[in-house]
Antibody
């Protein structure tokens, strides 16, 4: 069964960084892209960016450009999303989600999702 | 970025009802539209992709249609497990964007 297993909940202080992991199992990791999507409490879904495990290419939504970094480790089939300079507005559940193409140059739908990692930013 | 507007933002319905949710795009998106279901405390779950293709394992009571800038998700006969929030997503171009969601509640 295809699965994305995410790291546990984090509590951070304003100004700190967080790094969330997403380990894939049940499929060939580098044949599918990985998206990161976040959801603030009681709010909708917000796409943050995408990485291709096949070639390391990334795309970020403009508001996270320079503050978020997405990487992969193909040896462990794990994707990472690091977000820096955290503020209370970054309090959210962060999801990784697979898309069915590794490096198409355009976005796709997301067919497998991790359970989410809750990141709380509080002083 | 392409804006997606869902309507209604919430609705109340009874088991067995036919439910239709609309998603309007700020510009044409071709066939790059998907629908997700999200239950409280859970991750979104893909229902429909490419406007009308049913994801494997999703009940046939769900269907999608539309073209251009207007799309619909229809649940032909609402079941107790269908009470959830539904989101549309466009993947016509970067950045992919989501609609604001439609919460389907029990009447």
């Amino acid at each position: 069964q295809f699965q994305l297993v995410q790291s546990g909940a984090e509590v951070k202080k304003p100004g700190a960084s967080v790094k969330v992991s997403c380990r894939a199992s049940g499929y060939t990791f580098n044949r599918y892209g990985i998206n990161w999507v976040r959801q603030a409490p009681g709010q909708g879904l917000e796409w943050m960016g995408w990485i291709s495990p096949y070639n390391g290419y990334t795309k970020y939504v403009e508001r996270f450009q320079g503050r978020a970094t997405m990487t992969t480790d193909t040896s462990t089939s794990t994707a990472y999303m690091e977000l820096r300079s955290l503020s209370s507005e970054d309090t959210a559940v962060y999801y990784c989600a697979r898309e069915p193409i590794a490096a198409a140059g355009k976005p796709y739908y997301m067919d497998v999702w991790g359970k989410g990692t809750t990141v709380t930013v509080s002083s | 970025a392409i804006q997606l507007t869902q309507s209604p933002s919430s609705l109340s319905a009874s088991v067995g009802d036919r439910v239709t949710i609309t998603c309007r795009a700020s510009q044409g998106i071709g066939s790059g539209l998907a629908w997700y279901q999200q239950k409280p405390g859970n991750a979104p779950n893909l229902l429909i992709y490419d406007v009308s293709s049913l994801e494997s394992g999703v009940p046939s009571s769900f269907s999608g249609s539309g073209s251009g800038t207007e799309f619909t998700l229809t649940i032909s006969s609402l079941q107790p497990e269908d009470f959830a929030t539904y989101y549309c997503q466009q993947f016509s171009g970067y950045p992919p964007t989501f609609g604001g969601g439609t919460k389907v509640e029990i009447k």
